[in-house]
């Protein structure tokens, strides 16, 4: 089992930036996939974006792609997800979630990642 926590979260200005963290301990291997979710109220969990542990690839959402960039530390065993030119539309709850992968895939589905933090509110302003 791997636990991951979250941090970052805020309230900010449409048009601000925010970084959030996800930290994980316990037992995972190289070919981990962690990823974030946010979940707005009244809205399905929906994918931003994972990262490959391993070889660094990354997938993003199209909502997100140009503004948010997800990068990893291997010796602090987390995760950074960047995101510029916030708008009210993110705001939501982030998610950090992870899988074990033995092949290092990145799915875009929540239901395939095992592991979840408890979550981070990012509200966005007009």
């Known amino acids: 089992q791997v636990q991951l926590v979250e941090s970052g979260g805020g309230w900010v200005q449409a048009g601000d930036s925010l970084r959030l963290s996800c930290t994980a301990s316990g037992r995972f291997f190289s070919s981990y996939v962690m990823g974030w979710f946010r979940q707005a109220p009244g809205k399905e969990r929906e994918f931003v974006v994972a990262?490959?542990?391993?070889?660094?690839?990354?997938y993003y959402a199209d909502s997100v792609k140009g503004r948010f960039t997800i990068s990893r530390d291997n010796a602090k065993n987390t995760a950074y997800l960047q995101m510029l030119s916030l708008k009210p539309e993110d705001t939501a709850v982030y998610y950090c979630?992870?899988?074990?992968?033995?092949?290092?895939?990145?799915?875009?589905?929540?239901?395939?990642?095992?592991?979840w933090g408890q979550g981070t509110q990012v509200t966005v302003s007009e």
């Open positions: 990262i490959n542990w391993r070889g660094g690839s990354t």
């Open positions: 979630a992870g899988h074990q992968s033995s092949i290092g895939i990145i799915r875009t589905t929540p239901e395939w990642y095992r592991d």
